[in-house]
């Protein structure tokens, strides 16, 4: 069914000429690291802290979920199941790796679902954040570079990660030395995950070309960067808040400082 699924977006892909390709190309980059943490960055400086400090934790407790459930299943993309689906130019770009969960899916969840859910009682902001959420989700399937499976335990697994996360966060925030405690638990998870990735065997399979469909050194590397934004996320935090505590209420000037200074 999921293949099936694919196969008739592109066929409406085909009919409609790619007329509409351009657009989630564009959204699909809302799920995309790098500007997922230029967001989150810009609430946590100048726009909310406390919605922006959460969307850095969530996000890079999430994605660290993620790399160890990518590395578990080691599931191949759409289109090398199935070699007659064919992603639309640039599709491809930031789909690499291994497919389940989607790393799109779990990086929108974590700053735009976080964000609905903020802004809750603010019905615009509230309604504007879950659209986008929805384009991203849509568009990894529009493209063809994740199944639905991919897509929807991506965002579920996300959305309860972050509310687990929302309680041991609120619950450190209320009790001395609680930080230390999940700063301790973090470094414990992390080296747990590198000695699980170090010592678990992965699939070694080839193409025609005799090249390695994933190559599993590779997908290792990028999962040590998301240990690094797990464990970056947590000790900035607990740095902040005990030794700097700074307010988002200060000139514009600053705040575009801040910014600026802040995503370099």
Request: net charge positive; charged share 15%; aromatic share 14%.
């Amino acid at each position: 069914m999921d293949i099936q699924y694919l196969m008739a977006l592109q066929s409406f892909r085909e009919m409609t000429h790619g007329l509409f390709n351009s657009f989630f190309l564009f959204m699909t980059q809302f799920g995309e690291d790098r500007l997922a943490f230029v967001v989150a960055m810009i609430f946590y400086y100048a726009v909310e802290k406390k919605l922006g400090r959460f969307m850095l934790i969530g996000a890079s407790t999430a994605d660290f979920v993620n790399g160890v459930i990518k590395l578990t299943a080691c599931v191949y993309r759409p289109w090398i199941r199935e070699p007659l689906l064919d992603p639309p130019a640039g599709g491809k770009t930031t789909a690499t790796g291994y497919s389940f969960p989607s790393g799109h899916s779990t990086m929108a969840t974590s700053i735009y679902g976080s964000s609905a859910a903020y802004y809750h009682k603010r019905t615009g902001i509230c309604i504007s954040f879950l659209v986008i959420l929805a384009i991203v989700l849509f568009s990894r399937n529009y493209l063809g570079v994740h199944t639905p499976q991919d897509v929807i335990v991506g965002f579920s697994l996300t959305a309860l990660l972050l509310f687990l996360l929302y309680k041991v966060v609120e619950w450190a925030e209320k009790g001395k030395n609680r930080d230390l405690i999940l700063l301790g638990i973090t470094v414990v998870l992390i080296i747990a995950a590198i000695c699980y990735f170090i010592n678990k065997s992965y699939p070694h399979d080839y193409n025609a070309e005799g090249k390695l469909i994933v190559d599993p050194a590779v997908m290792v590397l990028n999962s040590y960067c998301g240990c690094g934004m797990f464990l970056g996320a947590v000790l900035g935090w607990v740095i902040e808040r005990r030794f700097i505590n700074f307010t988002t209420d200060v000139s514009t000037y600053k705040k575009l400082l801040r910014c600026l200074s802040g995503i370099i």
